[in-house]
């Protein structure tokens, strides 16, 4: 092998330690102790800078980031209040119109009792006849539904007393006594229906006094 002359160029054995054709020296000189310090220097700062691009650079995304978080959690907190405001004001929304719903229907209810009232019938007094002694008469009462109260008391002796009222529906009431009968009021009553006018006889016998009334359910 052959070592070039870094002077003149000529190549001389590599074992040479100077040049056979200029005499420089052939070895490659060492750094000086300045140049290995300037060389440790530049490596320190390019060190430093590539750490300072380093924390440069996390510190910046880390900053972006919190950033992002803290807006993304702004936002769903004002999505949440939007929310619940939302359902409040739905919620009073439809309390108000329940309460419209009722208030009306309260009303419509009341409305309908006034002008609807529940009929009410009663039994009111057509005709009312009295007499005594002895005979018979006819009445004319009115159709619907008939109520006939009777009563009489007999003259005090032994004849066969008594007070009938006989409608030619078949309906019929009275009070009688016997010989031996106990001398007292007596009292009876019937009811009937009809869809026509009935001509009620009124018969009695050795009475004191009697007394026939009629009533209609209406």
């Not at 590539?50 to 980031?65: D, E, S």
């Not at 007393?161 to 009688?176: I, R």
């Amino acid at each position: 092998m052959t070592m070039k002359c870094s002077n003149c160029g000529f190549e001389n054995n590599d074992k040479s330690k100077f040049c056979t054709k200029c005499g420089s020296s052939l070895e490659t000189p060492k750094p000086t102790v300045q140049e290995s310090s300037n060389n440790s220097k530049y490596i320190i700062i390019a060190l430093l800078a590539i750490i300072i691009i380093l924390v440069g650079t996390i510190g910046y995304f880390a900053l972006n980031m919190n950033s992002g978080s803290v807006q993304s959690s702004d936002q769903d907190n004002s999505a949440a209040s939007s929310a619940t405001q939302a359902v409040n004001e739905e919620s009073s929304s439809s309390s108000g119109e329940s309460g419209s719903q009722n208030t009306q229907t309260s009303s419509s209810s009341q409305s309908t009792t006034t002008a609807k009232p529940a009929e009410s019938k009663s039994w009111e007094s057509i005709g009312s006849y009295s007499g005594s002694g002895s005979g018979s008469q006819t009445i004319n009462v009115p159709a619907g539904k008939i109520k006939v109260e009777l009563s009489a008391f007999p003259i005090k002796n032994y004849a066969d007393n008594h007070l009938y009222v006989t409608a030619p529906n078949g309906h019929s009431g009275g009070v009688e006594w016997g010989s031996t009968s106990a001398v007292e009021t007596r009292s009876d009553s019937f009811e009937y229906t009809s869809s026509s006018a009935q001509t009620i006889t009124i018969d009695y016998y050795e009475t004191v006094s009697w007394q026939v009334d009629f009533y209609r359910y209406q």
